[in-house]
C-alpha cells in the first residue's frame, strides 16, 4: 500500500507562487507515473498535471505555462511548481498514483487578495 502525503499549500495573492510536494512511500523510480490533480467546491477532481517515470509531462491547457510539475528521486518526492496563480487556482490539490486507488489527503490551495 503506498501512502503520499501532500504539503505546500496555503493563502496566496493572484500572481503568486506556491511549490506543492508529495512524498511518496516507496521508490518513486518504480512508479510508472504520478499526477497531481485538483478539486474546487462543487466541482469534480481534474488532473492538473502528469509526470510518467520517463520524465514525459503533460498538463490541463489551464495551467500550461505556469505549472511545472516535476520528482527527485532520491527523495521520493513529486512537486508542482505553480506559479502566476490565479483565483480560479483555488482548490484542493490532491497527489494520485495513476492507474491505483492511492490518494493523497489533498492540501488547500486559495489565492485571493
Known amino acids: 500500500q503506498v501512502q503520499l502525503v501532500e504539503t505546500g499549500g496555503g493563502l496566496v495573492q493572484p500572481g503568486g507562487s506556491l511549490r506543492l510536494s508529495c512524498a511518496v512511500s516507496?521508490?518513486?523510480?518504480?512508479?510508472?507515473?504520478m499526477g497531481w490533480y485538483r478539486q474546487a467546491p462543487g466541482k469534480q477532481r481534474d488532473m492538473v498535471a502528469g509526470?510518467?517515470?520517463?520524465?514525459?509531462?503533460n498538463y490541463a491547457d489551464s495551467v500550461k505555462g505556469r505549472f511545472t510539475i516535476y520528482r527527485d528521486n532520491a527523495k521520493n518526492t513529486v512537486y508542482l511548481q505553480m506559479n502566476s496563480l490565479k483565483p480560479e487556482d483555488t482548490a484542493v490539490y490532491y497527489c494520485?498514483?495513476?492507474?491505483?486507488?492511492?490518494w493523497g489527503q489533498g492540501t488547500q490551495v486559495t489565492v485571493s487578495s
Open positions: 509526470l510518467s517515470r520517463g520524465g514525459r509531462t
Open positions: 494520485h498514483k495513476l492507474g491505483s486507488t492511492f
Open positions: 516507496e521508490n518513486i523510480v518504480s512508479i510508472s507515473s
